[in-house]
Structures are given as structure tokens and as C-alpha cells.
């Protein structure tokens, strides 16, 4: 079956701590997302890449790093800067810039940072 | 202002009911629009996909756009409690730039 997988889906950290959250996808999709999501805010940006070695800052970066080394994968690595990393960590895929298509997602991993 | 607004609910209805659900947005570019069920702890599913104004139907499930109004709605017929989760509406302009609405909370009492 086709889709998107993350993993852990529950993760804990202490403080002062960097954590990798995995995404990796077998769609064949071009562009993939991280969104974070925290109650009564909705879906909220932090990095996406359209094509491999290439990504852009979303709307709430800061804290944040990922690469795109290969087509399939697309880490997150929520640094120890990130001031309240605590939150559910959604990553969506879509066939790419050009196409009009809508974003697919995994089922999330939930971080709690201590 | 918000780019998208959707009321959090919660909603709860009688199981059968129709359910509507709304969204409204400010930008006029918005071209695609898509609704997501989101089940508790799970990732959002993918419901319905329109492009431009009217209607779109799948099931029990009618995706419905009026751009003029910069509206859109998702209607339920014959809820069933497996249609209690939280309902999200998004949007873009370009197809790689999404915009959401916060979600609503739905509950269908058997």
C-alpha cells in the first residue's frame, strides 16, 4: 500500500535535547511537508521541499532543521532551540509544484518535551 | 485577519442527520479546495478535492464552492457515528502553498 509513514509515534525528550522525527513516503511524490499542530491552531508550516537537496522555511522554522537526501525521506530534527516543541508533528506529501494535487499525510508522532 | 476561518464546533447531531460544515476565506486567488476528517491521535485523511466553484459529490460526502462568496461547505448526509472525528478545510492558490482552517469538531450521537 502506498503512503506515508512516521515514526516514533510517541516520543519523549528532555529538555536540552535534540530529536529526529522519521517521514518517509513510497507515493513517488515530489514535495513533502512538516506541519505542526497544536490545539485550537490548526495546521501551522515548518519546512517543505518541492525536490530533493532543497527545502524552504515555513512559517515557524525557527527550532527547527531538516534535509532531502533522498526523494522518500524527509526529516525533522526538532533542536534544542525550539522553545515549546511539545506538540503533534504531521508530515504530508504531494506530487510537486506544477501539478494540482492535494497534500497526503502520515499519522503523525506525538513529542513531549520535558 | 485569519486566510481561512472555520467554526471549532463542537457539533454534535443525531445519528442519520445532515451535517454542514463551513469555511470562509479571504483570499480571492484560492483555487483548490479540500476537506480532511481527522480521527483522534491520527493524521487527516483526505475527503474531498474541488477545483473552482460548485459542487462535488462522493458518497454521503458533497464538497460544495462558491467563490464569489469566498464559501465553502461540506455537507453529511445520513451521519453515522463513524463520521464523529474533526473536519478540516484547506485551500491554495498555487498547488504547493496550503492554507487550514483550525477544524471542527463533529459528534454523531447513535
Known amino acids: 500500500d502506498g503512503g506515508i509513514t512516521q515514526s516514533p509515534k510517541y516520543l519523549f525528550r528532555k529538555e536540552g535535547q535534540n530529536v529526529t522525527l522519521s517521514c518517509e513516503q513510497n507515493l513517488n511524490h515530489d514535495a513533502m511537508y512538516w506541519y505542526r499542530q497544536d490545539p485550537g491552531q490548526g495546521l501551522r508550516l515548518i519546512y517543505y521541499s518541492q525536490i530533493v537537496n532543497d527545502f524552504q522555511k515555513g512559517d515557524i522554522a525557527e527550532g527547527y532543521s531538516v534535509s532531502r537526501e533522498k526523494k522518500e525521506s524527509f526529516p525533522l530534527t526538532v533542536t534544542s532551540a525550539q522553545k515549546n516543541p511539545t506538540a503533534f508533528y504531521l508530515c504530508?506529501?504531494?506530487?510537486?509544484?506544477?501539478?494540482?494535487?492535494?497534500?497526503?499525510f502520515g499519522n503523525g508522532t506525538r513529542l513531549t518535551v520535558t | 485577519q485569519k486566510e481561512v476561518e472555520q467554526d471549532p464546533g463542537p457539533l454534535s447531531v443525531p445519528e442519520g442527520a445532515i451535517v454542514s460544515l463551513n469555511c470562509t476565506y479571504s483570499n480571492s486567488a484560492f483555487q483548490y479546495f479540500m476537506w480532511y476528517r481527522q480521527y483522534s491521535r491520527k493524521g487527516p485523511e483526505l475527503l474531498m478535492y474541488?477545483?473552482?466553484?460548485g459542487n462535488k459529490e462522493d458518497g454521503r460526502f458533497t464538497a460544495q464552492v462558491d467563490k464569489s462568496s469566498k464559501y465553502i461547505s461540506l455537507f453529511i448526509r445520513d451521519s453515522q457515528p463513524s463520521d464523529s472525528a474533526t473536519y478540516l478545510c484547506a485551500m491554495s492558490n498555487t498547488g504547493n502553498q496550503f492554507y487550514f482552517g483550525t477544524g471542527t469538531s463533529l459528534t454523531v450521537i447513535p
Open positions: 504530508a506529501s504531494s506530487i510537486g509544484t506544477g501539478f494540482n494535487s492535494p497534500l497526503h
Open positions: 474541488t477545483y473552482s466553484s
